[in-house]
């Protein structure tokens, strides 16, 4: 049980709590691909769709995380010995 409950602990969240806001994550972040693909074919519509969803996103794990772990936020404390691994997602 310890491999579900570490990391959301490490965030402030219960496994429910992390799984509720991956998925949201997730899921939008799905929507705005499908934005992006018919920007790409169509660049006259979903003009600010994936940069606008990144940003919401991005606020959102700036002002709902517990700040301990999101050094890359304004006004938000680092934790010296800690580093997060590259490729890691929500």
Known sequence: MKIFTDHPADVGETYAQHMGV????????????????????????????GSRMIERLNHEMCTHRDRRTRPDCPGTATRATETAPTGETA
């Open 22 to 49: 991956s998925m949201s994550f997730g899921f939008r972040m799905i929507i705005a691909g499908f934005g992006c693909i018919l920007h790409g074919l169509f660049p006259f519509i979903c003009t600010r769709t």
